[in-house]
């Protein structure tokens, strides 16, 4: 479960041109010489103070793939997942610290959530260690419930 969800990418989720299984949702590394501090509101990645993406050579953002939304009528809720993302073998010289979803809109980079911390103790995690994937929980990537 993501550590942030970001309040205008929470909103543009939900909105009918922004809707995560019509627009293109993928997932970005985090080097951790970042300085860039998080906050709820940002409406965009560029330009962040601080803001430092994984540089090395095999690397790539990931388009979210296998997408589904979900009505989970027994348990009253609504569940948001995805395909588990792989980047493939990152080679060594950089540390990821965070992953982050955000919709791509023409390379504007619009944060939906960022994960920093997991209980696989996947990061923060040095490249060149094989391969980089992010396995999504089983219990979905955003769960939305009336409590």
């Not at 989720?13 to 627009?23: N, P, S």
């Not at 103070?49 to 050579?57: D, F, R």
Request: aromatic share 6%; glycine share 10%; hydrophobic share 35%.
């Amino acid at each position: 479960m993501p550590n942030i969800i970001y309040t205008p990418g929470l909103r543009d989720l939900l909105t009918h041109q922004r809707t995560f299984d019509e627009a293109e949702y993928v997932a970005l590394l985090e080097r951790d010489t970042s300085t860039y501090s998080p906050s709820k509101s940002h409406e965009t990645l560029l330009n962040q103070e601080g803001w430092q993406e994984i540089s090395v050579a095999s690397y790539s953002r990931e388009v979210i793939g296998n997408v589904a939304i979900t009505a989970d009528t027994v348990n009253d809720r609504v569940v948001l997942d995805c395909g588990n993302v792989d980047f493939g073998s990152l080679e060594a010289g950089q540390t990821a610290k965070s992953v982050i979803v955000a919709r791509n809109d023409g390379g504007n980079l619009g944060p939906l959530l960022r994960i920093d911390d997991d209980a696989g103790d996947l990061l923060p995690r040095a490249l060149g260690g094989g391969n980089f994937s992010v396995h999504i929980n089983a219990t979905g990537l955003i769960t939305f419930a009336q409590v």
